[in-house]
């Protein structure tokens, strides 16, 4: 009864232009608004999930933004990896490879964080957001299969649908080198979601200008930028950057503004 009076007041909602939203979903709205253009404009048919950890951008592409393309998952963390291919066998479109991907080819030494969302193949460097120091702190290191996306490609293609590619990277400070590994790929890729730092929380971690500037020297270009988390002064720490690829014209959708 509740969800079919809920359904109505959508409806209602939507005839006068309006859009009714659940509370819980608020915070991803705008997120989840441009995603679902960019991907319309786009074709998106495969999203490479670069930083999976427990699935939670699979779950927010198939339930808020209404993504139902192939996604491919990569996540090295050992059991974090078990448990993506265990919820991947109820999901036909979405494959889950247990490595990380980075610049070289290389087994690496993964840095585990108290808080494991924070886990970075780098160090962390709490000194510009002290309030941090308690979850961005090593507990455990785990060796770790780095791959470069160009060098997994042609595996990539036969093992899966991939065409109009989108290319999320959450890696904790390590999503340049991600791009960095990936220069023939990003030629192929229609559009991008990278994780940019304003306040650095890991040693050596590029700032959010260089990361642009790397992007946009190699044909993208800025469509959005989204919180992701801020300190104790609500200085924002770090962002979601979404771009677009300037050098290929796959604009399908109407041509309004995307919303910013």
Request: aromatic residues 8%; neutral net charge; hydrophobic residues 45%.
């Amino acid at each position: 009864m509740k969800r079919a009076i809920v359904r109505s007041l959508a409806k209602v909602a939507r005839l006068a232009r309006y859009e009714l939203v659940p509370r819980w979903r608020l915070d991803y709205w705008e997120r989840a608004e441009h995603l679902r253009q960019v991907f319309s404009r786009m074709d998106i048919q495969c999203v490479l999930d670069v930083g999976a950890h427990k699935g939670r951008y699979r779950d927010f592409l198939r339930l808020v933004v209404g993504y139902a393309g192939h996604i491919i998952s990569f996540e090295p963390v050992a059991h974090l990896a078990a448990d993506l291919k265990r919820a991947s066998a109820k999901d036909d479109a979405w494959t889950v490879y247990p490595f990380a991907l980075g610049s070289t080819d290389a087994e690496l030494a993964l840095n585990i964080m108290a808080a494991s969302d924070l886990s970075s193949l780098l160090t962390p460097d709490t000194s510009a957001v002290p309030e941090f120091e308690r979850f961005n702190r090593i507990v455990d290191r785990q060796p770790v299969s780095v791959k470069r996306l160009d060098s997994i490609m042609d595996m990539l293609r036969c093992e899966n649908p991939v065409r109009n590619i989108f290319l999320k990277t959450d890696t904790q400070g390590y999503d340049l080198e991600v791009a960095r590994g990936a220069e023939r790929t990003l030629s192929e890729v229609l559009a991008v979601q990278s994780e940019m730092s304003l306040r650095p929380i890991y040693a050596g971690m590029p700032d959010w200008i260089t990361a642009v500037h790397f992007m946009q020297d190699r044909g993208f270009d800025i469509t959005g930028m989204f919180p992701v988390s801020r300190d104790s002064q609500l200085r924002l720490v770090e962002f979601d950057c979404v771009m677009v690829n300037r050098t290929i014209k796959q604009l399908t959708g109407p041509t309004e503004s995307l919303p910013a």
